[in-house]
Every structure is written in structure tokens, then in C-alpha cells.
Nanobody, 127 residues
Framework: QVQLVESGGGLVQAGGSLRLSCTAS????????MGWFRQAPGKEREFVAAISWSDTVYADSVKGRFTISRDILERTVYLQMNSLKSEDSAAYYC??????????????????????WGQGTHVTVSS
């Protein structure tokens, strides 16, 4: 079992910044591909960003504004969100794509392919 604990959500004005954190259990954290997804009221959960051992992938809607990173020793993945817009308001979830052995070679943006999820942290961007 992988446990994911998220933090960092809150209320921010448009144009501002937030940094979300997600700390994972597991000594093999470095092998996980980690993703961030978001879900606004009335909408489906959508891909935001993901990181593997070597690569990052971003949704077009956040490219250039958001940065995903991780600290292996702290077993934590971050989502730095800059230039926030009202349409970024959503519940943000981190997720882990956990391989049985070794590293995943590819990042998936499909939420159905992630194995573990955090409880979510709300981000509200005021105009």
C-alpha cells in the first residue's frame, strides 16, 4: 500500500502562486511516476502534470505556469503553481503510478492508470 498525503491548498488571488505538496510512503518512491490531477465541480478529473525518473509532462492548460518536481529523500512531489487563474480552481489530487518492479519508462496522463490517490486539497483562485 502507498499512502499519499497532500497539503498546500488554499485561497489565492488571481495571478498569485501556491505550492502543493504530496508526501508518499514507500522506500521505492523513486520508481514511482507521480501525477497531479484536478477536478472542478461538475467536471471530470483531469490531468495536470506528471513526473517520472527523467521526464515531466504538463497539460496544455497549465504549461508554462505550473512546475512539477520531487524530492526523493523526502518522498515528496510538488506542484508549483504560478500565475493562477480562476479556472485553476479545483480539488487537486496527487497520484502514484507504481510499478511492480523497476521503473516505468513512460508517463501516462490517464487517471485510470494510476494506482494510488491522495484525498485531495482544494485550490480556490479569486478574481
Amino acid at each position: 500500500q502507498v499512502q499519499l498525503v497532500e497539503s498546500g491548498g488554499g485561497l489565492v488571488q488571481a495571478g498569485g502562486s501556491l505550492r502543493l505538496s504530496c508526501t508518499a510512503s514507500g522506500s521505492t518512491f523513486s520508481t514511482y511516476n507521480m501525477g497531479w490531477f484536478r477536478q472542478a465541480p461538475g467536471k471530470e478529473r483531469e490531468f495536470v502534470a506528471a513526473i517520472s525518473w527523467s521526464d515531466t509532462v504538463y497539460a496544455d492548460s497549465v504549461k508554462g505556469r505550473f512546475t512539477i518536481s520531487r524530492d526523493i529523500l523526502e518522498r515528496t512531489v510538488y506542484l508549483q503553481m504560478n500565475s493562477l487563474k480562476s479556472e485553476d480552481s479545483a480539488a487537486y489530487y496527487c497520484a502514484a503510478d507504481v510499478p511492480i518492479r523497476g521503473y516505468r519508462l513512460e508517463i501516462t496522463t490517464n487517471k485510470d492508470e494510476y494506482d494510488y490517490w491522495g484525498q485531495g486539497t482544494h485550490v480556490t483562485v479569486s478574481s
